[in-house]
Structures are given as structure tokens and as C-alpha cells.
């Protein structure tokens, strides 16, 4: 099955960082989404971005399909950005198989 | 627009015993997909539902099932429970479960297994 790995595991920062977590995964994707799972267990989808750019507030995000990898950007870090960010993609099969394989999170501890 | 609800959000049976969890999605989605979460494991996917048909399953063994009602509601059921089946179980809705869509995830139901 397609491989997703995420980097770094872990990452901490002082309140007021920015930092970039990154996503490869090993073939072609139809879909790519980066989630924010918050200390209380929550998945909260930040953004759907098989390919591209986007922005939303302090964050934004970068898919380059043709070479297999993502950017998640996290400018002026606030405590509450604290928690698991995950990657999950879906296989480019031809068609959609209806499901996401995530990889295995970064882990981002922002200190006040 | 409520979000995806989850019942219960907690949840603690001993082995053998099965556990049903119910998941309803956003209002207008028609797919429903089922998540493990364990420490070891990670995010694992289980099954997807569409208009009450399966149309993926994940790499579980036969005592984790799934149904989705014609409401778009959905329940999975675990039966003769193991110690490692002891999880966060998410559920996430998108409109038509394609790849082209966002999905949306509930805030799970955490079973332990005593």
C-alpha cells in the first residue's frame, strides 16, 4: 500500500515561531489533507489540498503531486497550536478507493 | 451545520463482551468512514459506507462490522472484544466519500477494554 512519512515526530517551539512540517508519500494521490488532532483527541481538517497552495490565516499548505510531498507552514506559533498534525492521503487508483492512509504525525509543543 | 456526532464519547467493556458505536454524519453527507486510533498503530482505517452498501474495508479481522441505515447513520459493532482493541474510534462524513472532497471527523468514542 502507498506509504505516507512525516517529519519531524516531534517538534517544540516558543510561542511566536514559525515552522514547517513536511509529508512524502510514495505514489500518485487523488486526494491529500492535513489534519490537527488537539490534546482532547479532536481531528480538525485544516486543508484539502491534493495540489497547490492555500492559505488560512497563520497557516498554509503546499502540495507538489509531481514530486510526492507536502508542506504544512505554521507562522507565529500560539500555544494553542499545540497537538498532532497529521497527514492523510487517499491512492490514485484510477478511481476513488474511499479511503485515507495517514501517516504517523508530527508532534508540536509550543511553549509560552 | 452540526458536525459529525459521535455516541458515546466513552465507552469501557471487558473482553468478550461487543460494543456497537454509533456515528451520525453532517446533514447532506452520504458517506461515513470508520477509523482506529491506538498509540502503536496510529490512524487505521476500517470501513467506508455509502447508501448502505460497503464499498471498502480495511485490513481487520471479521469481528469489526459496520451497517449504514438509509439516513445515512451509522453504527460498527465489535464483537468478542480483545485487550487490543482498547482505541479512539473516529468517524468521518464527506458528501460522496470521492477523493476529490474534504472529510470530516467526529470526536470519537474512546474505548478501553478492561
Known amino acids: 500500500g502507498i506509504q505516507v512519512e512525516q517529519s519531524p515526530p516531534d517538534l517544540i517551539l516558543q510561542e511566536g515561531a514559525n515552522s514547517t512540517l513536511r509529508c512524502n508519500f510514495s505514489d500518485s494521490v487523488n486526494n491529500l489533507q492535513w489534519f490537527h488532532q488537539n490534546p482532547w483527541g479532536q481531528l480538525i481538517n485544516l486543508f484539502y489540498?491534493?495540489?497547490g497552495t492555500k492559505q488560512n490565516g497563520r497557516l498554509s499548505a503546499t502540495t507538489v503531486a509531481t514530486e510526492r510531498y507536502s508542506l504544512l507552514y505554521i507562522s507565529s506559533s500560539q500555544t494553542t497550536d499545540s497537538g498532532v498534525y497529521f497527514c492523510a492521503v487517499e491512492l490514485d487508483s484510477g478511481g476513488s478507493n474511499y479511503k485515507l492512509t495517514f501517516g504517523k504525525g508530527t508532534l508540536l509543543t509550543v511553549n509560552p | 451545520k452540526a458536525g459529525v456526532t459521535q455516541t458515546p464519547r466513552y465507552l469501557i467493556k471487558t473482553r468478550g463482551q461487543q460494543v456497537t458505536l454509533s456515528c451520525s454524519p453532517i446533514s447532506g453527507h452520504r458517506s461515513v468512514s470508520w477509523y482506529q486510533q491506538t498509540p502503536g498503530q496510529g490512524l487505521q482505517f476500517l470501513f467506508e459506507?455509502?447508501?448502505?452498501?460497503?464499498?471498502n474495508k480495511g485490513n481487520f479481522p471479521g469481528r469489526f462490522s459496520g451497517r449504514q441505515f438509509s439516513n445515512s447513520r451509522s453504527e460498527m459493532n465489535v464483537s468478542t472484544l480483545e485487550l487490543g482493541d482498547s482505541a479512539l474510534y473516529l468517524c468521518?462524513?464527506?458528501?460522496?466519500?470521492?477523493?476529490?472532497?474534504?472529510?470530516?471527523f467526529g470526536d470519537g468514542t474512546r474505548l478501553s477494554i478492561l
Open positions: 468521518a462524513s464527506s458528501e460522496t466519500g470521492a477523493g476529490n472532497q474534504p472529510q470530516h
Open positions: 489540498i491534493p495540489s
Open positions: 459506507y455509502f447508501s448502505e452498501t460497503q464499498r
